[in-house]
């Protein structure tokens, strides 16, 4: 059985930095690209970042360009995510997944930013 199982998140104040955690179980880690989501209340899940197998790959989404970084280890099989310069619109519960997604998810973990 496949598990994701995200970790990391917790409440910040606006400008701190989380980093995220995210181990893959019960099946070989993704050779291709793993990605992380996020769901704000009421708003539909988003995309935030991707990382190729490699690692030397990476892409994000304009609103967190150049304040998040993704990385992975793969021996471990776990991907990352450093939040720096956290905003109050970052607070959502984060998710970790293949990229493009599977059906499969895990319970995220929440993140809130309080201003």
């Known amino acids: 059985q496949v598990q994701l199982v995200e970790s990391g998140g917790g409440l910040v104040q606006a400008g701190g930095s989380l980093r995220l955690s995210c181990v893959v179980s019960?099946?070989?880690?993704?050779?291709?690209?793993m990605g992380w989501f996020r769901q704000a209340p009421g708003k539909e899940r988003e995309f935030v970042a991707r990382?190729?197998?490699?690692?030397?790959?990476?892409f994000y989404a304009a609103s967190v360009k150049g304040r998040f970084t993704i990385s992975r280890d793969n021996p471990k099989n776990t991907v990352y995510l450093q939040m720096n310069s956290l905003k109050s619109e970052d607070t959502a519960v984060y998710y970790c997944?293949?990229?493009?997604?599977?059906?499969?998810w895990g319970q995220g973990t929440q993140v809130t930013v309080s201003s």
């Open positions: 990382i190729s197998w490699s690692g030397l790959s990476t």
């Open positions: 019960g099946r070989t880690f993704s050779s291709g690209y």
């Open positions: 997944n293949d990229h493009p997604p599977s059906s499969s």
